[in-house]
């Protein structure tokens, strides 16, 4: 067995052996020429057979891609001339995606994505990748991943060696392929070739770490009555981690005085600005009484002082003066070797001085270590000169590590109103009831997960029905399988929780859940305090446990189609089909966390359940007119499903479209359709699952008097908060809410939505140029989604009817004599249907093809600009998104492709619109250490450059390039006003580049 730094080592020692024989093997090739205008709908040319093909969103047998329909369509040497080694990777930065956020293997390691961690996933239109439905060769493809919220596909599981094509249709198809196509349909088309390629890249970042090493090879042969292919491919992602670029290892505040200077504090003991990230190495220290003699007072549990301990006494050096080298009393401090310091974070020159930027927070992930192996073969067979019967099969394993590292917190009282008589800590100014909270660090956080993913199919198709010729017929079975593993660090929760309001020694008694031995921790040990935790610690505290999750799909499909009749204008033509599907999902945590011994994290059970859904469809296609006065061609195109669900009810859908060929310039497209989405297997069966939020994230009426005063909050909501009966003045100090999340069974309805296009294709007659300009809008209504703790409690007091509005019945409040008065208790945030969410925009692709004496120049350009991105939650409060973080309204890809002979150069540039929080964010008040200061809360435009250049020679290719050339950086915002995803002083969003300039290198060889 290997380990993983053994298999790591293992397989770029097999990729670069693989390049080394690829180089010296015979002369140096470069990669082979490919069309550089990719097939789309828009594309008037005739195919160069007369073959009928099925395209994506049709289930009619067509000649090319004249259709109603708005389709991209993309090589896998597309991916390739941009350095792309997936094809997650590449469809994600498309435009049709790029304008909305996407789950990547980066964000799935830093926050909790369905699907798991290293998940990848596609998301059309920013509606979700649960509304964005993957086909593989034109059938359904079963999700991976793991935990309960399995559901979409996972484009880990299909590696780019195996794929020709990716048709993405940029519409609405529930008619034709059923749930989850409501934003639009991802068909990825495997290779047919016959001849055998093998194929090694690597990406080497400028900056170091996160390289990529892929080798491939694939074969495919063709006999007389058949053929088949295969493909292997393995592939490793190396980890970045935070500290392995400036632009994340540190948490600058980043906010300006007026005249634009720099106004965030320096740490005088780097010279460098203060990082402001996770607190390491402190007591928090909460007091009702005057602190330490002094005469200051600080609010009941509000803005606590730290007792910081540091390595060595640097702080004293830097005019803070250590309070004590020792504690006399046994019981709440031993005695520890090095000085300790009270820290006030209220004063500049102190909070200069709080150590917030641990080396663990540098080791972290943020894009985690991954490996892919992946099998995919598929065949035909003639089993009569008009019966073929066909297979495909799909195995794949990945595996992700992410380290992590995270602050742990235990609670020590003084107070006899409460917690008993302890004796003071200090010598002089503590008394009433008093709190110290020590915080240690640690690195015991990390988490991996191994998926296995099988798909298999098997089918027959034939080219008569009944004996018509003008009739073909396709039916297939198919079943997909998903196991995963998913391993996580823990801390036991009862070894925190059993120690709280201790006043003597628990040795000799067993812990309340595991039942081990108990064993005294000194919580203020310095050493515990900054990360270096003892082995007896470490033992007593720290555990580790294994989930596993398991999805199954199954299906069958059938479908004929033919021409029915001739009218004046052509034959008019029909498909008819049927679809049967089975779900199941097991999700079982691992046993501390079902045994609820995790501290400070979700609490899950057991997701298991089923769905059975069953439908039948039918697609007409009418010619109107055919070379008249008033159009070249007139075609309507009407499709409809009736779709039967197990766990919900029925419905059908429809779809309209019309296709008009002016002339051979001017074409216009139009369809208009519905959409039914029955919620996934977790949004229905997801076992309860408990978090923890802190009060002021989620509560509007913290001091809302104050806030009101400040236009931190509306009239409306301070008028609510006060009605609700609520302190004006409550500080919202004390113990964070706790969230449940859960699945709605027997309470959700289906989602319906309905979708319009309309389109313009120009084709200029003197020039070989294409102009598509297509206007989209969605409107989901009765969204599945979850509403979040914040939006659930800030819809409630944003309500304008607030005694009626069933928001405020999702949370519960302490009573005014409960510890912690008026503190929200708990939040219930299960899957809901919401009112409705609306993206409206326009999509604009053109390419353009020159040939010069010297050469062939080629130019796409693809543009997608959005005009409304709008969700309507419950209670009347419309969240527009439109333009703010991970949401730019402009992103485009500029190419320029230029083929001379043996040699290809290609100049690619992706944009990345502007987005602002400004509006977001309103009237609340800019202040950083009790200043006035002016936040970031905008983005500026960011375009990507990538270049390669490559030479074929013979049965050889090969390609150099660079991706991301100019390093550019993402953009920096003001981290402390919460108005956008950061990690360090960075905008995290998906749109952006985190590795920086790469330089990569592929080369093949055919035979």
Not at 535 to 555: H, K, P, W
Request: charged share 20%; net charge negative; proline share 4%.
């Amino acid at each position: 067995m290997y380990t993983p730094i053994e298999k790591g080592r293992l397989l770029r020692s097999t990729i670069l052996a693989g390049l080394a024989v690829a180089s010296l093997s015979g002369a140096p090739v470069f990669a082979q020429d490919a069309e550089q205008i990719p097939e789309q709908a828009e594309d008037d040319a005739e195919p160069e057979t007369s073959d009928r093909i099925v395209v994506t969103g049709s289930r009619i047998r067509r000649d090319g891609f004249n259709s109603e329909i708005p389709l991209d369509v993309f090589t896998a040497d597309d991916a390739a001339l941009e350095g792309n080694v997936d094809i997650a990777d590449f469809l994600q930065s498309a435009t049709v995606a790029a304008g909305s956020a996407q789950v990547t293997s980066a964000t799935s390691s830093q926050f909790v994505q369905n699907g798991g961690t290293g998940v990848e996933t596609l998301s059309l239109r920013g509606l979700g990748a649960n509304r964005t439905l993957v086909l593989l060769n034109g059938r359904r493809a079963g999700p991976a991943g793991v935990r309960g919220g399995v559901s979409a596909f996972d484009l880990n599981v299909i590696p780019l060696a195996a794929i020709e094509r990716v048709e993405v249709l940029k519409d609405g198809a529930s008619s034709i392929y059923g749930s989850d196509a409501v934003a639009g349909v991802v068909n990825i088309i495997t290779r047919q070739d016959e001849g055998g390629t093998i194929d090694g890249f690597i990406s080497v970042p400028g900056d170091g770490a996160a390289e990529q090493y892929r080798l491939s090879g694939s074969y495919g042969w063709e006999f007389d009555r058949g053929g088949f292919r295969v493909t292997l491919d393995a592939f490793q992602q190396r980890e970045l981690a935070q500290g392995d670029r400036d632009y994340f290892s540190c948490g600058e505040p980043y906010v300006f005085n007026n005249d634009g200077s720099r106004a965030d504090l320096i740490d005088p003991r780097t010279g460098s600005y203060s990082c402001e990230d996770l607190y390491w190495g402190h007591v928090w220290v909460y007091d009702y009484a005057p602190f330490f003699g002094d005469g200051t007072t600080n609010l009941p549990l509000q803005r606590p002082r730290l007792i910081q301990y540091d390595y060595d006494g640097s702080l004293a050096a830097n005019g803070l003066t250590p309070i004590g080298t020792s504690h006399a009393n046994p019981f709440w401090f031993t005695a520890p070797t090095d000085d300790w310091f009270l820290v006030d974070p209220r004063v500049p020159e102190q909070r200069a001085l709080v150590n917030y930027d641990h080396p663990f927070q540098d080791e972290s992930s943020m894009v985690p270590e991954t490996e892919r192996y992946t099998v995919f073969a598929d065949g035909h067979f003639d089993v009569t000169d008009s019966i073929e019967l066909y297979g495909e099969a799909l195995l794949n394993r990945r595996e992700t590590y992410v380290n992590a590292y995270r602050q742990y917190w235990i609670y020590m009282y003084n107070g006899e109103d409460l917690w008993g008589a302890y004796p003071d800590p200090f010598a002089a100014g503590w008394g009433g009831m008093n709190e110290l909270s020590p915080t240690p660090i640690t690195d015991h956080n990390d988490s991996s997960v191994s998926i296995d993913y099988q798909r298999f199919v098997a089918g027959l198709r034939g080219d008569t029905l009944f004996g018509l010729d003008t009739w073909s017929w396709d039916m297939a079975f198919q079943v997909s399988r998903s196991e995963g593993e998913y391993w996580d660090q823990r801390i036991y929760a009862d070894a925190i929780y059993d120690q709280y309001y201790r006043s003597g020694s628990c040795v000799g008694t067993l812990t309340s859940i595991r039942g081990a031995p108990c064993i005294d921790v000194d919580w203020l040990d310095p050493e515990l305090l900054r990360g270096n935790v003892p082995d007896d610690v470490a033992e007593y505290a720290f555990g580790e446990e294994t989930g596993r999750t398991v999805y199954d799909q199954r299906s069958f499909e059938a479908v004929a189609s033919g021409e029915v009749f001739d009218l004046p204008a052509g034959a008019v033509a029909m498909a008819l089909g049927v679809h049967y599907r089975e779900d199941e999902i097991n999700d079982t945590p691992g046993e501390l966390t079902l045994s609820g011994n995790v501290w400070n994290s979700s609490v899950a059970g057991i997701t298991a359940g089923s769905d059975t859904t069953e439908a039948i469809f039918g697609e007409l296609s009418v010619p109107l007119l055919a070379d008249s006065r008033f159009a070249d061609s007139l075609e309507l195109t009407v499709s409809g499903r009736y779709t039967d669900v197990e766990s919900y009810g029925s419905g059908e859908t429809y779809k309209v479209g019309l296709n008009w060929a002016v002339n051979d310039v001017v074409r216009l497209r139009a369809t208009h359709g519905t959409s039914f989405r029955t919620p996934a297997l977790f949004e229905l069966y997801l076992s309860n699952q408990t978090g923890f939020l802190g009060q002021r994230t989620i509560d509007p009426c913290i001091d809302y008097a104050a806030n009101l005063a400040a236009n931190v909050i509306s009239q409306r909501v301070a008028d609510n908060c006060a009605a609700d009966g609520l302190p004006d003045d409550m500080s919202g100090s004390g113990a964070a809410a706790t969230i449940v999340t859960g699945g709605g069974f027997g309470v959700l309805d289906a989602e319906t939505s309905e979708a319009t296009n309309i389109g313009l294709v120009l084709t200029p007659r003197t020039i070989n140029f294409r102009l598509s300009i297509d206007y989209y809008e969605i409107e989901v209504n009765d969204e599945v989604s979850r509403l979040g703790a914040p939006g659930i409690v800030g819809g409630c007091y944003n309500s304008e009817d607030f005694a009626n509005e069933p928001l405020c019945d999702l949370f519960t409040r302490n009573s005014p004599t409960d510890p912690g008065p008026y503190l929200i208790n708990t939040v219930r945030d299960s899957f809901i249907n919401i009112n409705s969410q609306i993206n409206r925009g326009v999509d604009i692709n053109a390419d353009y093809l020159h040939q010069f004496d010297f050469g062939d120049l080629s130019v796409n350009l693809s543009a997608a600009y959005q005009l409304e991105d709008k969700t309507d939650l419950l209670g009347g409060v419309v969240a527009d998104f439109n333009g703010e973080g991970g949401d730019p309204k402009l992103v485009g890809d500029l190419s320029f492709t230029f083929v001379r002979n043996d040699w290809t150069a290609y100049w690619g540039m992706r944009y990345v619109g502007p987005t602002s929080n400004r509006q977001s964010y309103g009237n609340a008040a800019q202040t950083y250490v009790g200043q006035p200061v002016n936040y970031k809360l905008w983005t500026e435009t960011t375009i990507y450059h990538n270049v390669s250049l490559q030479r074929t020679f013979g049965d050889w290719s090969a390609r150099v390039g660079v991706s991301n050339v100019f390093d550019e950086h993402p953009p920096s915002v003001t981290a402390i006003s919460g108005e956008y995803n950061t990690v360090g002083r960075s905008a995290f969003y998906s749109q952006y580049d985190w590795f920086g300039r790469r330089f990569f290198a592929n080369i093949v060889r055919t035979f």
